[in-house]
C-alpha cells in the first residue's frame, strides 16, 4: 500500500516515514503543502497522512481542493488539539484525527483501520481458501502455518486481497505498491507475482491476459 506524509517538522517527518516503510508501505512525503497538493493529486495513495500548519499551502487549503476530486483516506496529523479544529477537520473531509504528540504504534493501528475501510474489509482477516492475511499483524498464513514474504510481496498480496474478485491492473500495482523513488522496471511484478506463488500456491493468483490479476478464491 502505498501512503503519502505530509509534514514539515523533518525529524517527525522522518521518523514516520521510516516507521510506515518499516511496515512495508511505499511512502512518498512532502516538507509543504503545495508540493504534498501536487503530489497527492498526482498519484492514488491509499492513505494521506496530512498536518494541517504546513508552508506554502495550510492543511485546510489542501484538504478542501484534494477532497474536490479524491476520496483517499485522510488522517490529520497535528498539534491542534482544540474540539473546534477536530470537528472542523472531520467537517472538512478528514477521515480521522490523531494529536501530537503521538504513538507511532497508534498511528499504524489508525492507518491500517482507515485502508481497510476504504475498501470495504471490516475485519482484518482475509481468509481466501487455505490462506489467511493479516492486514492488522501483516502477516499471511497457509494451512495455519506462517509464510514468510517479503515487505513488497506482501503489499502486492494484501492489496489483491483487498480487492478481491476484482481485478488490479498492473498500472494499479505500481501506483499502490511503488513510491516515486523505486525502480519502475517493467518486470519487477512479474517477479514479485511469481515469488508470491511459489509461496502460496500457483493458483493464488490468476492473470487476466491483457486487464491484469485477481484473487478468486
Do not use: C
Not at 497508534?106 to 491500517?112: G, W
Not at 514468510?148 to 510481496?153: C, D, G
Not at 476484482?166 to 515469488?195: A, C, P, Q
Amino acid at each position: 500500500m502505498r501512503v503519502l506524509v505530509v509534514e514539515d517538522d523533518p525529524d517527525l517527518r522522518q521518523a514516520v516515514v521510516r516507521a510506515l516503510s518499516e511496515d512495508g508501505y511505499a511512502v512518498d512525503f512532502a516538507s509543504d503543502g503545495a508540493d504534498g497538493l501536487s503530489k497527492a493529486m498526482s498519484w492514488e495513495y491509499d492513505a494521506v497522512v496530512l498536518d494541517l500548519m504546513l508552508p506554502e499551502v495550510d492543511g485546510w487549503e489542501l484538504l478542501r481542493r484534494f477532497r474536490k476530486t479524491k476520496k483517499t483516506p485522510v488522517l490529520i496529523l497535528t498539534a491542534r488539539d482544540a474540539v473546534g479544529d477536530r470537528v472542523r477537520g472531520l467537517d472538512a473531509g478528514a477521515d480521522d484525527y490523531l494529536v501530537k504528540p503521538f504513538a507511532l504504534n497508534e498511528l499504524r493501528a489508525r492507518l491500517r483501520s482507515l485502508i481497510r475501510r476504504a475498501a470495504g474489509q471490516a475485519h482484518p482477516a482475509i481468509t481466501i481458501g487455505d490462506v489467511v492475511v493479516d492486514t492488522a499483524a501483516r502477516k499471511v498464513a497457509r494451512h495455519g502455518k506462517p509464510v514468510t514474504l517479503t515487505a513488497r510481496e506482501y503489499a502486492l498480496v494484501e492489496l489483491l486481497a483487498m480487492h478481491r474478485g476484482k481485478i488490479v491492473t498492473r498500472t494499479m500495482i505500481y501506483d499502490h505498491i511503488f513510491g516515486e523513488d523505486d525502480d519502475s522496471l517493467s518486470n519487477l511484478i512479474d517477479v514479485h507475482i511469481s515469488h508470491v506463488r511459489k509461496k502460496l500456491g500457483k493458483d493464488f493468483i490468476e492473470t487476466r491476459r491483457g486487464l491484469g490479476y485477481v484473487i478468486d478464491g
